[in-house]
T-cell receptor, first 110, second 112 residues
């Protein structure tokens, strides 16, 4: 069965500290992995996706197929990073249905 | 470009009442989706459509129906609302290739 697990519901770090949001998945095959972010009073939007291998707003995520993980990292947190973060996977072909994790609320303290 | 829009933004229903949520997109996307967002559970797929005139069930379809009569619109119906359907509902669309889904602003529904 497809499943995405984000073990931390809440994560709080100080400004300037490193951030790591954990994501583990189970999927029979090779999925596409995403991180979506929802800032306060804004709609859900894509932060980054595995296939594009880019860094957005200083965030990166590495796909570890052996550990089936796709953790999100940023070396120096900023206050504007405070938001709800969702890890998600979808099939590469077909209907592109997204399976989301439970979400992690990240709070950056000044 | 308005992107993905949802109507209404908020709604309060009594148990047993019915309503329809409207999702519209102006990006000519083939695929459209309805999700519900509940605390501690992330977003879960209710129904989806891979093209005009087609719909399919997602992970949590019970109590909901959908229709995609026009490519740009995807309607979600609740025939007899229940308190368990209190949630925030999000619509999304995508072009159908492995790419991002674009989300609407959400509809907050409360069933009393």
């Amino acid at each position: 069965a497809q499943r995405v697990t984000q073990p931390e519901k809440l994560l709080s770090v100080f400004k300037g500290a490193p951030v790591e949001l954990k994501c583990n998945y189970s999927y029979s095959g090779s999925p596409e992995l995403f991180w979506y972010v929802q800032y306060s009073r804004q709609r859900l939007q894509l932060l980054l996706r595995h296939i594009s291998r880019e860094s957005i707003k200083g965030f990166t995520a590495d796909l570890n197929k052996g550990e089936t993980s796709f953790h999100l990292k940023k070396p120096f947190a900023q206050e504007e990073d405070s938001a709800m973060y969702y890890c998600a996977l979808s099939e590469i072909q077909g209907a592109q249905k997204l399976v989301f994790g439970q979400g992690t609320r990240l709070t950056i303290n000044p | 470009n308005a992107g993905v829009t949802q109507t209404p933004k908020f709604r309060v229903l009594k148990t047993g009442q019915s309503m329809t949520l409207l999702c519209a997109q102006d990006m000519n996307h083939e695929y459209m989706y309805w999700y519900r967002q509940d605390p501690g559970m992330g977003l879960r797929l209710i129904h989806y459509s891979v093209g005009e005139g087609t719909t399919a069930k997602g992970e949590v379809p019970d109590g909901y129906n959908v229709s995609r009569l026009k490519k740009q619109n995807f309607l979600l119906g609740l025939e007899s609302a229940a308190p368990s359907q209190t949630s925030v509902y999000f619509c999304a669309s995508t072009s159908g290739t492995p790419t991002e889904q674009y989300f609407g602003p959400g509809t907050r529904l409360t069933v009393t």
